[in-house]
């Protein structure tokens, strides 16, 4: 049996196609921010609906939960430098090269590679039940993914003090922000496959809100423009499958495979988008309408209990996830340790992770505990980089009899 499960591990490592495009892995939950990120192979609550739905036979618990978890990362410092822009072209920029000097710089660091701001947020209601060597889940989950991407006008760029057609006064720079968000209800089914082997999947429904939308930093302010991102909403549906496997060679060790959105949905999208051109307008805006596809997530995962109450665990995105925009790309590396004190009446865990796949992103620092009274849980977790680019926050309320 044991070398049947390391054929199915290996043969779904095989399966996962190394150069899928897929929006960021978000994080949810506050147990798995806490350990790093790593939860595929250590997940042990109804998490596992999102993390690994094969777990779900493994813990052998009645747990109902609701967790919330949110992230930003900015690498662009957009507001400030809009802000910024505003005020310089609101002073006026004639007879002011200091002034002129100063747009062009801003507008220059704004230009350079991975300068974006992105952010995801997640949450909602599950709720897993073990049947006999199986197990069943519900849940709602909502999930959503944003990124703002400066579109810089490198044609009008010019500080002379006499007026010439490629004035910055003219910098026609914009802003891009493009943004999903998901309500997916699922139904989860998990079983053993004898001692060492258990799979999982969950059938969904997944109701989108999609959002685009282009503003000049010249002419608009960061405001405005969130509020004509929220309000270029186009809905629609689609249906989704996920699928896991957990593989347990000794007790002390688990090894697990997920794939998310497998069959690569794509809802539509509509709004106004900036684009470079050539030109001696440098960056144009016009109405488009195309399609997001949240293409297959694949992340490997391992964990390990030398004790009763330590679990250290790592994961790896098997795919090179690009960004909404398709102008970043993330691959994760992350790796925790949880202590256990007192039968899970306190929890302790740290961890870190890195995206492998932007030179911009620092290590992330995360920590978090939990709190258990008879059947009630609270977690908190937290992340950070410390160099004011990267923040994460999390946090769940729980039953588990």
Known sequence: MKRYSYFLLAAALLAAPLTAQAVQFSVLGPRALGMGGASVAAVNDSTAVYWNPAALADFRKVDIRIPVSAAVRDYADLNNKWSDINNIYSAGLAGDPAAAAQLQQILLDLNKPDSVTNMDASGGLLLSIPIAKSAIALSALGIGYAEIIPVIDTVNLNTA???????????????????????????????????????????????????????????????????????????????????????????????????????????????????????????????????????????????????????????????????????????????????????????????????????????VYTAGLGVRIYAFRLDLAGAYDFKEQEAQASASLALRF
């Open 161 to 363: 003090p006499t007026a010439t057609t490629d004035s910055i006064a003219n910098n026609n720079s914009a802003a891009t922000g493009i943004g999903i968000i998901t309500v997916e209800p699922a139904i989860s089914f998990a079983t053993s496959l004898g001692d060492s082997i258990f799979i999982g999947a969950n059938a969904k429904m997944i109701y989108a809100s999609t959002f685009i939308h282009s503003a000049y930093l010249r002419t608009g302010d960061f405001n405005t423009f969130i509020d004509n991102l929220n309000n270029s909403e186009t809905r629609s549906n689609k249906a989704s499958v996920d699928a896991g496997i957990l593989v347990k060679p000794v007790k002390s060790l688990n090894l697990g495979v997920v794939g998310r959105y497998l069959n690569s949905p794509s809802f539509p999208v509509n709004g106004i988008v900036a684009e470079k051109t050539a030109g001696p307008q440098g960056v144009i805006a016009a109405s488009v309408s195309g399609e997001i596809e949240l293409k297959p997530q694949y992340r490997a995962g391992v964990a390990w209990k030398p004790l009763d109450n330590l679990t250290l665990s790592a994961d790896y995105d098997l795919s090179r996830n690009k960004s909404l925009t398709e102008i970043t790309e993330d691959q994760t590396l992350s790796g925790g340790v949880e202590l256990t004190m007192l039968n899970e009446v306190l929890s302790l865990r740290a961890g870190a992770y890195k995206n492998t796949a932007n030179t911009n992103a620092n290590v």
